[in-house]
């Protein structure tokens, strides 16, 4: 008798993942699922378009990765305020060379994160792009270091 209360039990909460997956997918306007019949249309000007389901795994993975990155884009502003050479304005100056070879050690992601930091207008540096040799004298100019919330 216990043992088919423990089975039943285990049915149900199956049953209950299915039911809640089906649901899902009945809503997701990606799945291939032919049963979707009530599936959201996409809409651009949406303010959740392209944002993952609040609450979600994926929200939660994406709010640790923006963290992670915004510690690394401060870390980089401390490393180009340590090594560079200040200006009378406050700014800080560093030849691409330079921060390269100092930064080698740190993170192999140093011209992705002088991107970010670029659009977030923490610096500059001329140019889209900044290659290892070919632009090592190319200036960074860091305008601000970002405060640690």
Not at 102 to 111: E, M, P, R, W
């Amino acid at each position: 008798m216990m043992a088919n209360q423990g089975i039943s039990h285990r049915v149900n909460q199956w049953q209950k993942f299915c039911n809640d997956h089906k649901e899902k997918q009945m809503i997701n306007p990606f799945s291939d699922w032919s049963g979707a019949s009530h599936r959201q249309k996409l809409d651009k000007d949406d303010p959740n378009y392209g944002r993952p389901v609040e609450g979600s795994m994926t929200e939660y993975r994406g709010q640790k990765a923006g963290e992670l990155i915004s510690g690394e884009i401060i870390e980089l502003c401390h490393v180009i305020a340590d090594l560079g050479r200040k200006n009378a304005d406050g700014s800080f100056c560093i030849s691409f060379g330079q921060l390269f070879e100092a930064y080698t050690t740190i993170s192999n992601k140093l011209v992705g994160m002088l991107m970010r930091a670029r659009k977030q207008k923490l610096l500059t540096f001329p140019g889209e792009m900044l290659f290892q040799r070919r632009d090592d004298d190319v200036i960074i100019t860091l305008f601000k270091i970002p405060s640690t919330q």
